[in-house]
């Protein structure tokens, strides 16, 4: 069974850093693109980052290139997402997801960017 | 404002068909396959359709997807009370080189 385990959200101030985790099991995590998406409360689902299988080919969304890097880690099998420079705009439940079409995604960890 | 444009409610009665769209343009639902997404009350969002009309093992056949042109469609026949969920549809937008989201689409089963 899949499982995508993330952590690290919480409450931090305006200009403050956080790195997220996603814990990956039951798949080969070296073999599957991995994503990250953001949901704003009482918003709709927005892309932040992929990477694929070999770190090469990273994407992100405008609105976070320069502030957050996305990493894996495949011995540990697992997904990063290091943000800086945060805003009161970034305040959202942050998933990571599996697979090419995102199919599995993990139950979320909220981010509160706030003085 | 969405890349891709869907309409924010839907309703129907339990049996009845409904259907929710997806407009994009040439460089996302154009180019690129769709991918669907239901996400229950209070849940994470989970994979319905892929690459436009594939559902995903466990999937009931009441859902199914298309694709024409630079739109694209959910369609959910036999409506249940346990449809009730925000959809969403995604692609891959050449221009942004990013994925996109439609804004959701709010499903009442009255």
């Known amino acids: 069974e899949v499982q995508l385990v993330e952590s690290g959200g919480g409450l931090v101030q305006p200009g403050g850093s956080l790195r997220l985790s996603c814990a990956a099991s039951g798949f080969t995590f070296s073999d599957s693109w991995m994503y990250w998406v953001r949901q704003a409360p009482g918003r709709g689902l927005e892309w932040v980052a992929n990477i694929n299988q070999h770190g090469s080919e990273i994407y992100y969304v405008g609105s976070v290139k320069g502030r957050f890097t996305i990493s894996r880690d495949d011995a540990r099998k697992s997904l990063y997402l290091q943000m800086n420079s945060l805003r009161a705009e970034d305040t959202a439940v942050y998933y990571c997801?599996?697979?090419?079409?995102?199919?599995?995604w993990g139950q979320g960890t909220l981010v509160t960017v706030s003085s | 404002q969405s890349v891709l444009t869907q309409p924010p409610s839907a309703a129907g009665t339990p049996g009845q068909r409904v259907t929710v769209s997806c407009s994009g343009s040439s460089s996302n639902i154009g180019t690129y396959n769709v991918n669907w997404y239901q996400q229950l009350p209070g849940t994470a969002p989970k994979l319905l359709i892929y690459?436009?009309?594939q559902r995903p093992s466990g999937v009931p056949d009441r859902f199914s997807g298309s694709k024409s042109g630079t739109s694209a469609s959910l369609a959910i026949s036999g409506l249940q009370s346990e449809d009730e969920a925000d959809y969403y549809c995604a692609t891959w937008d050449g221009s942004l080189s990013g994925w996109v989201f439609g804004g959701g689409t709010k499903l009442t089963v009255l």
């Open positions: 997801a599996s697979h090419d079409s995102m199919d599995y």
């Open positions: 690459t436009n009309n």
